[in-house]
Structure formats: structure tokens, C-alpha cells
């Protein structure tokens, strides 16, 4: 019975049970006072090895050691792999978190779509940004012309502004003009209106006659839309022209016109107003100041 056993068998029965028993050895580092694998499994190896053994005992003892040394390097080269691994994509899903926060621009579906900026959730107001700088100059552009075309239509608008000759012998008279119109060509027409009644002053051109509103000597430059934006005021603080808004018929058309409802201008020529400026009311005149409006 016995002989029909191998004497192979019991070899390799005998290597499986020593390696069974090194694989059961503990493999904690704290349980041998900070040892690590290899060096456990070496002191197992000096204590199987203790006496007498036959040269192949000893080297099959031996490589059963370097092989386990073996398996346990292989298998903390692949934990620490696996670490390296899980801790590059913990870092890539971090990163990928915060570029969330990065600006976007919708298209035309609604979806978001990357750009180049800064993150919104953050005051970058003191940082160089071109795109910012691009919108507020196109915006002061749009809102510049907003307001130029407003001032075109101020300037086009109408006013009824009542005149006569200084010394009011004559009843006063009304002209409707244009804000834009400048006291240098009011004085022309109004000179056309009052000639029939002071033949005179045909000898005298626009530039000869000056004329006063509310007890200020207005300069032939300034158009009347300067006197109104800039509420030019008398020396008791009066405004110059005030002005009532009234609608009126015309050609089948309705439109508004400012009617001055206080100011009578008086029309003199300039030579008679330097010999009597020192007599009421002439003494109470003053110029406006045209470099306050030009």
C-alpha cells in the first residue's frame, strides 16, 4: 500500500502545507512591533530552518520565502497604483468642478457654451476685461446719439416769443420760430415786423440792434435753445424765458408749441444804448455772459 506512493507527492504535499502555514502568518505591521512583510517572513524562515535540514529543504525553504516577498511587493505596487490612480481622478473631477464656475455664453439652442472670461460670482470690475470695455464703449456710443438726436428735436421744436421796439410806443408782436434759431437772425425778423411802424430802421442791420429779455442784454451768438437748456437766469434769479405749452392748428395739423407766457424782449439800436445806458431802465441792463454757454 504504501509503495504505490509517490515520493513526488509527498514533496509537493509537504511544500503546499509550509506555504499554507506562511500565508497564515499575520501580515499586520502593529501585531510585530512595526515589522514589515519581508521581514516577519524572514524570521519565519530563520525559525523553520533552525537544526539540521538537508540542502534541498533549505532551498525549497527558501524560495517559498522569496516567493511570498515576491506577491507581497507585486501587491502593494498595485495598491499604490490604484491610490495614485483614484487620487488623479479625485483631482480631475475637482478641477472639472471648479471650471463649472467659469463664464458661459448660451447659443442659440439655450445650452451653454464655453468662453473665455472670468468667473462671474466674482468682482472683477478693477480687472482689464476687453469684452466689458467693448459693451460700455458701444453703449456711450448708442446712448451719445440717443442724446444728440434728442437735442435735435429740442432745437427743433417751436416757440412764440413776444418783441417790441424799447420805448413801447407800439403794441408788442409775436414771432413762432425755432428753438435753434440765434438772436442775431431773430433780430432780423423781428426788424422786418416793427419797420412798417419805425421806418427808420431800415438804415440798420441785425448786427446794429440789441435786444433785451427780462433785464438781460442777450449776445447775437446764442441761439435761444442755449438760453432755455442752460435756464439762463437774471440777476434777481429769474429765468429769462418761461414757457407754456399749448397746442395749436395748422394746415389740418395739430402740434405743440411753447408760448412765453411773462417776457416782452425789447429791440434797441446799440449807438442809442450807449447814450442813454445810464438812465432807468437801460441802468439796470445786463450782458449775459456768453462764454458760460458756448
Same mark, same amino acid.
Given at each position: 500500500?504504501?509503495?504505490?506512493?509517490?515520493?513526488?507527492?509527498?514533496?509537493?504535499?509537504?511544500?503546499?502545507?509550509?506555504?499554507?502555514?506562511?500565508?497564515?502568518?499575520?501580515?499586520?505591521?502593529?501585531?510585530?512591533?512595526?515589522?514589515?512583510?519581508?521581514?516577519?517572513?524572514?524570521?519565519?524562515?530563520?525559525?523553520?530552518?533552525?537544526?539540521?535540514?538537508?540542502?534541498?529543504?533549505?532551498?525549497?525553504?527558501?524560495?517559498?520565502?522569496?516567493?511570498?516577498?515576491?506577491?507581497?511587493?507585486?501587491?502593494?505596487?498595485?495598491?499604490?497604483?490604484?491610490?495614485?490612480?483614484?487620487?488623479?481622478?479625485?483631482?480631475?473631477?475637482?478641477?472639472?468642478?471648479?471650471?463649472?464656475?467659469?463664464?458661459?455664453?448660451?447659443?442659440?439652442?439655450?445650452?451653454?457654451?464655453?468662453?473665455?472670461?472670468?468667473?462671474?460670482?466674482?468682482?472683477?470690475?478693477?480687472?482689464?476685461?476687453?469684452?466689458?470695455?467693448?459693451?460700455?464703449?458701444?453703449?456711450? *456710443?448708442?446712448? +451719445?446719439?440717443?442724446?444728440?438726436? /434728442? #437735442? @435735435?428735436?429740442? =432745437?427743433?421744436?417751436?416757440?412764440? &416769443?413776444?418783441?417790441?421796439?424799447?420805448?413801447?410806443?407800439?403794441?408788442?408782436?409775436?414771432?413762432?420760430?425755432?428753438?435753434?434759431?440765434?438772436?442775431?437772425?431773430?433780430?432780423?425778423?423781428?426788424?422786418?415786423?416793427?419797420?412798417?411802424?419805425?421806418?427808420?430802421?431800415?438804415?440798420?442791420?441785425?448786427?446794429?440792434?440789441?435786444?433785451?429779455?427780462?433785464?438781460?442784454?442777450?449776445?447775437?451768438?446764442?441761439?435761444?435753445?442755449?438760453?432755455?437748456?442752460?435756464?439762463?437766469?437774471?440777476?434777481?434769479?429769474?429765468?429769462?424765458?418761461?414757457?407754456?405749452?399749448? *397746442?395749436?392748428? +395748422?394746415?389740418?395739423?395739430?402740434? /405743440? #408749441? @411753447?408760448?412765453? =407766457?411773462?417776457?416782452?424782449?425789447? &429791440?434797441?439800436?446799440?449807438?442809442?444804448?450807449?447814450?442813454?445806458?445810464?438812465?432807468?431802465?437801460?441802468?439796470?441792463?445786463?450782458?449775459?455772459?456768453?462764454?458760460?454757454?458756448?
Amino acid at each position: 500500500m504504501y509503495k504505490d506512493i509517490d515520493i513526488n507527492e509527498i514533496e509537493k504535499l509537504k511544500k503546499d502545507q509550509e506555504m499554507m502555514s506562511l500565508k497564515r502568518a499575520p501580515t499586520n505591521m502593529k501585531e510585530r512591533f512595526g515589522q514589515s512583510n519581508k521581514d516577519f517572513l524572514e524570521d519565519e524562515f530563520k525559525q523553520k530552518t533552525v537544526g539540521l535540514v538537508t540542502r534541498e529543504e533549505f532551498k525549497r525553504k527558501r524560495e517559498n520565502i522569496d516567493n511570498l516577498v515576491m506577491q507581497d511587493m507585486k501587491q502593494k505596487q498595485e495598491e499604490e497604483t490604484k491610490r495614485k490612480l483614484e487620487l488623479k481622478q479625485k483631482r480631475k473631477e475637482e478641477y472639472q468642478k471648479k471650471t463649472t464656475l467659469l463664464s458661459f455664453d448660451l447659443d442659440e439652442a439655450g445650452s451653454p457654451q464655453k468662453g473665455y472670461g472670468k468667473n462671474g460670482q466674482v468682482d472683477t470690475t478693477y480687472l482689464p476685461d476687453m469684452n466689458r470695455e467693448r459693451k460700455i464703449e458701444e453703449m456711450t *456710443k448708442q446712448l +451719445a446719439e440717443q442724446y444728440q438726436k /434728442e #437735442v @435735435e428735436s429740442q =432745437k427743433d421744436s417751436l416757440i412764440d &416769443i413776444q418783441f417790441q421796439y424799447w420805448d413801447a410806443s407800439t403794441c408788442s408782436k409775436s414771432l413762432r420760430i425755432k428753438k435753434k434759431m440765434t438772436i442775431l437772425e431773430f433780430l432780423e425778423m423781428a426788424r422786418r415786423e416793427i419797420i412798417r411802424d419805425f421806418g427808420f430802421l431800415t438804415e440798420f442791420s441785425p448786427e446794429d440792434l440789441i435786444i433785451v429779455a427780462n433785464g438781460m442784454i442777450l449776445p447775437h451768438k446764442l441761439s435761444f435753445y442755449d438760453l432755455i437748456a442752460h435756464k439762463v437766469k437774471n440777476r434777481s434769479g429769474t429765468l429769462i424765458f418761461s414757457f407754456d405749452r399749448r *397746442k395749436v392748428q +395748422a394746415k389740418g395739423q395739430e402740434y /405743440e #408749441v @411753447e408760448v412765453e =407766457k411773462s417776457t416782452t424782449c425789447k &429791440i434797441i439800436e446799440k449807438f442809442r444804448y450807449e447814450k442813454i445806458k445810464h438812465i432807468y431802465p437801460c441802468s439796470k441792463w445786463e450782458n449775459v455772459e456768453i462764454n458760460k454757454y458756448l
